[in-house]
């Protein structure tokens, strides 16, 4: 299979960071993914107390959030695909609108005291569904709307959004749980989703964004093997692989030391309980925000391929550090400087992704790497949640060995050396 990759004109400097927001279509894109992270919180807030309210079981909880988790892993390489097929902005005001709708129905139906647990299975079953439409189309629906040269501070603006909106969403979510009643939480999702279809509506193509593609391969060709061509296409191209692989590498190395490695950290070794826990989390968030403000910032062009392998560097010996350290405020220190490196790398591995990538597979090659994400991350949680209590410093360790291995991988790659 023949790769093509789109044609890209590096300029000598990039626009500041504020140059996206001076146009319309992103100031929308960028309202409408807050909202869909904001409405993600409630959701995740409102199914979890009233299955609790409900059950009484934490096992009926884990069972709910698996229904939500299970359709979005199967489904989001066909979300790819189809994002690469149809249009993305309507794919997204399509998933919106469904959400909308769900939400609106529990509502409802909670309200009129007529919700069961059957019920909240099906709901957060049809709602991971839809989300897998919505989450590839978000992050290939960028280059349509801003110019080549503003990707980076383009991504840099909407990952502080997003990391915002996904701890804002919860936090208010709680108070209106707790103020009124979960329905009110769902009624309160709903209204977010329907202010999402509204905004990405206005989310209009640039002028001088290239004419939708029908995707690679024959107009005719099915789904299936739309999906085996992006499949075909990440493993093909060295420095996509590489891409996913470190992406995957960071996500199975965030996912586990990050939850329950934190959580066994702050109350066995810095012995703080929930504070301890609540600064590590903290301080995570606020370096991954700083972090990106950094590199949309930066107006020189970086080698993206040596600052994608740098990162698992960086991380690995973070980790390391985590395995020894026993003082709350070197560890928020060190994990403070984690998430830094975490959000500057992402905001030009995304932009590297979307620049060069062609939009005919882009959506998949995003949904690929999404589903490696999926993939890795519950592994990690089992693994690590294993080893987090009796030897948690083997668990930061181990961690680490991963990401400085599969750094070194990458930087035996010339073709990923050589990214720019």
């Known amino acids: 299979m023949t790769q093509t990759m789109a044609p890209t004109e590096t300029p000598t400097e990039r626009p500041s960071l504020r140059a996206p927001l001076r146009t319309a279509p992103f100031r929308n894109l960028w309202t409408a993914q807050s909202f869909s992270l904001l409405g993600d919180g409630f959701s995740t807030v409102a199914f979890a107390w009233i299955t609790l309210t409900l059950t009484h079981s934490s096992l009926a909880l884990g069972v709910v959030l698996a229904c939500q988790a299970v359709p979005r892993a199967l489904l989001t390489l066909l979300g790819g695909a189809l994002s690469d097929r ?14 909308c709708a769900l939400m609106a129905g529990v509502a409802a139906t909670g309200f009129a005291h007529l919700l069961n647990l059957w019920m909240l299975f099906a709901a957060a079953a049809f709602f991971g569904a839809v989300d897998a439409f919505f989450q590839p189309a978000r992050s290939s629906i960028l280059p349509s709307v801003v110019e080549p040269e503003q990707l980076e501070p383009a991504n840099a603006l909407l990952s502080v959004g997003s990391r915002v909106a996904s701890v804002l969403g919860p936090a208010i979510g709680g108070i209106v749980v707790a103020a009124t009643d979960p329905s009110a939480a769902f009624a309160v999702d709903g209204a977010c989703f329907a202010l999402v279809a509204l905004f990405v509506s206005r989310a209009t193509r640039r002028l001088s964004a290239p004419a939708a593609r029908t995707g690679t391969g ?10 085996r061509a992006g499949l075909v296409y990440v493993w093909t191209d060295p420095r996509i692989r590489a891409m996913v692989a470190i992406d995957t590498a960071v996500t199975f190395c965030y996912a586990g030391p990050f939850t329950v490695g934190f959580a066994s950290l702050a109350r066995f070794r810095l012995h703080g309980g929930a504070t301890s826990l609540g600064l590590l989390d903290g301080a995570l968030a606020a370096g991954a925000i700083v972090g990106a403000l950094l590199g949309g910032a930066t107006r020189r062009h970086l080698r993206v391929g040596l600052l994608i392998s740098a990162l698992t560097g960086w991380l690995g010996a973070g980790m390391l550090a985590l395995g020894v350290l026993g003082n709350l405020v070197e560890a928020v220190g060190v994990v403070l ?29 995003i949904s690929v790497d999404m589903v490696a994400g999926y993939i890795a991350a519950p592994v990690s949680l089992v693994l690590c949640g ?6 948690a410093e083997v668990m930061f360790a181990a961690t680490a060995a991963v990401l400085i291995v599969t750094g070194a991988a990458v930087l035996c790659s010339k073709p990923v050396v050589s990214m720019v």
């Open 86 to 99: 149809l249009s993305a902005r309507h794919l997204m005001m399509f998933s919106s609108l469904l959400r």
């Open 218 to 227: 024959s107009a005719r060709d099915s789904l299936g093997s739309r999906i």
């Open 337 to 365: 400087l984690m998430g830094l490196g975490i959000g500057f790398q992402g905001v030009f591995g995304m932009s590297w992704i979307q620049r060069n990538i062609r939009g005919e597979i882009l959506g998949r090659v």
């Open 386 to 391: 294993a080893l987090a209590q009796s030897h």
